[in-house]
Structures are given as structure tokens and as C-alpha cells.
Nanobody
Framework: QVQLVESGGGLVQAGGSLRLSCVAS????????MGWFRQAPGKEREAVAA????????SYADSVNGRFTISRDNAKNTVYLQMNSLKPEDTAVYYC?????????????????WGQGTQVTVSS
């Protein structure tokens, strides 16, 4: 059973930075594509960023492109989301997700394992 544990969320002022981490339990982490998603109150869950098995291919939502960076360390079973120039509209619960395929997608329905989420709050 895959377990994903996110950390790194918190309260930050607009313009600030945070780095989220997600540690995965599976031994075969390196064959999984990984994604970050977020859900704000009253809104649907949306894709933020995704990364393929090797880290060689990444995708971003238009709203975060140029500000957020997804990366992974397969030796540590960890995926990261570096968030810079944060805006109040980035406030949400951020979820890490795993897909048992090498290729990443930006569709939540393609991911079979999810973490419990970490809250990110950006004050204006």
C-alpha cells in the first residue's frame, strides 16, 4: 500500500516562498510519476504540477508556471514543490499524488494514491 506524507505548508506573506515535500513509502518510487494538486475552499481540486519518473519532464498549471518548480529525489523517495512569489490566490490545501506509470499527467483521475494534504495560506 502506497503512503504519501506531505510537509512544509504554513502561513506566509504574499511574495514569500515555501517548499513542500512529499515522502513516499513504496520501494519502487522511481517508476511512479508524481503530481501536486491543490484545493481551495469552495473550489474543485486542480492540478498544480507533475513530474515523470526520472524528473526529466515536468508540467505546470498556467497559474503557477514560472513561480513554482517541481522536482524529485528518487534516492530519498521524495518529491518537492518549490513555491516562490506566492499570491493570496495560492491559498489551498496541497496534495501529493502518485501514478503507477512513468509518464505524468495533469489529470487527478490518473493518480491512484494521495496524501492527506498540507495547508498553505498566503496573506496579503
Amino acid at each position: 500500500q502506497v503512503q504519501l506524507v506531505e510537509s512544509g505548508g504554513g502561513l506566509v506573506q504574499a511574495g514569500g516562498s515555501l517548499r513542500l515535500s512529499c515522502v513516499a513509502s513504496m520501494r519502487t518510487f522511481s517508476i511512479y510519476a508524481m503530481g501536486w494538486f491543490r484545493q481551495a475552499p469552495g473550489k474543485e481540486r486542480e492540478a498544480v504540477a507533475a513530474i515523470n519518473w526520472s524528473g526529466g519532464s515536468t508540467s505546470y498549471a498556467d497559474s503557477v508556471n514560472g513561480r513554482f518548480t517541481i522536482s524529485r529525489d528518487n534516492a530519498k523517495n521524495t518529491v518537492y514543490l518549490q513555491m516562490n512569489s506566492l499570491k493570496p490566490e495560492d491559498t489551498a490545501v496541497y496534495y501529493c499524488a502518485a501514478r503507477r506509470f512513468a509518464i505524468a499527467t495533469m489529470s487527478a483521475q490518473d493518480y491512484g494514491s494521495w496524501g492527506q494534504g498540507t495547508q498553505v495560506t498566503v496573506s496579503s
